[in-house]
């Protein structure tokens, strides 16, 4: 039953689209930051013009509304924090490609495995591709401005979207830019939703720029006697401007997860090496001259190397980085996964300073990610019934957040800001940074209800509750 004026006028105006049943209310309730805040209503449009009705009567009637894709996001940026509604993109799911210009027109709650299918059956590419891709949404990956392992070589969302389409907060239609690979007319605005999470705007559809198809992919495993070897080796590496699609390093921590996972050791009589993980693409040509270096490369630099000769064993040396997240858990019940950003000039002083957090706090730090752009994920493992280990986990969180800032980098890479990051905003932004944010929101959403309780206000997420739930994409 419909529970406020505002709720009732909605399902005259939109029927059977609007659920306020309990179990839909609790579905929307949280995303994957797994914190509760229940809804009044959620709206599954059909047709994007929908979006705009429900804009205009919560602007009218003053009521929150959050948008949602998929929930993958794992800083509570999709939970609806206020009440009020949530939007549902996941039924505006068109995909089509224009095989001649290499765009896909998109909807918004397409998941951004089936663009890359679509791409793929006609010999493109669209790079960006964070590891939920199964699940998650392109309009979420435009509000996060998701990234992935490609990132390195191709860069993150922002760098594919050519066009977006949707609704101001105060309902009006809106497009920024077009169907085309240049545009000049007008402030960018484009880019400003980008990365907004869901604060600016309601993406509806999307044109995503492709590349064509590599032809080749080659991929190569190396391990190292230490991180900062391994650290070291990749940047001799870059410095001969060799760019892998992928190159993805784990630390000893994590490669011990993945061991353990397995059963088997990744290089025989080695365990508990760190490992680069690379992965050429491109013509077979520029693969093959590359890959040619590289093997000379991991000569050099690397304790031991494995190449894949087949796709199959590729496979197989991705295991490692596939199992190592989910075993994790073997190291305690929680989680704080900061997706981090350090600039390449300082990955060593990060690498020490990472084993010194692990000395400080007294827990397992296993940290991985993307060192082509510096993209590392550190997961700060600790059991929350235990209170010492609860201490420990926040205050080395604090300590790594103002370490990465001091180190020229990023509080996050990826995964944005949402509840979890609002405590370390303001170590990465000066006041007046944060003064013309709030600016731009209040200018587009004057009466503040779009996605309200994010960003800015202060939220100690992990204080909160956690549902004890299993979600389709969780490792474990
Ligand atoms: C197992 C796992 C692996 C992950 N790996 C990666 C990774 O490799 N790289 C990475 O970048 N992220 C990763 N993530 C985080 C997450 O998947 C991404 O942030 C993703 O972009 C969220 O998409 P979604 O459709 O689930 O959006 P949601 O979680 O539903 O929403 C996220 C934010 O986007 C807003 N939003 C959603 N749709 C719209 C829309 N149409 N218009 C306006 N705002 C909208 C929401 O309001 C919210 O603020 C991972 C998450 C999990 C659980």
Redesign the pocket.
Known sequence: MPKSAATSALKRKLGKLVDTSEKGCWAASF??SKISFLPEAVITPRREADIGVVLLLANRHRVPV?????????MG??APVRGGWVID?LKLNSVRIDEDAGMAHVG??VTTAAVQHAADARGWFYPPD???KK???I??????N???MHGGKYGVTRDFVLAVR?FLPTGEFVEWGTATKKFAAGFNLRDLWIGS??ML????GAVLKLVPKPAERWTLLTSFPHETAALKAAKALFRHRIQPAICEFLDRESVLCAERATGHTVFAGQPGKPVLLMELAGSAAEVREQSRFMLYWAKKYATAHRVARSRAEAEQLWEVRRKCSGAMFELGDSKLNEDIVVPMRNYEAFARYITRLKKKSKLPIPTFGHLADGNLHVNIMYHRANPRETKAAEAAVQDLMETVVSLGGAISG???I?LAKTPFLRLQHRPAQVMAMQAVKKALDPRGIL?PG?MFQEVRIWKYPKMKIHLP?D?K
């Open positions: 995303d994957s959050t948008v949602r894709g998929r929930g993958t996001t794992l940026s999709a993109m918004a709650g964070p590891s939920s699940y998650c949404t309009g979420g990956n435009i509000a996060c998701a990234g992935g949707g999470e869901g705007g309601v993406v509806t990826e995964h944005g949402g996605n994010k994409w490792h």
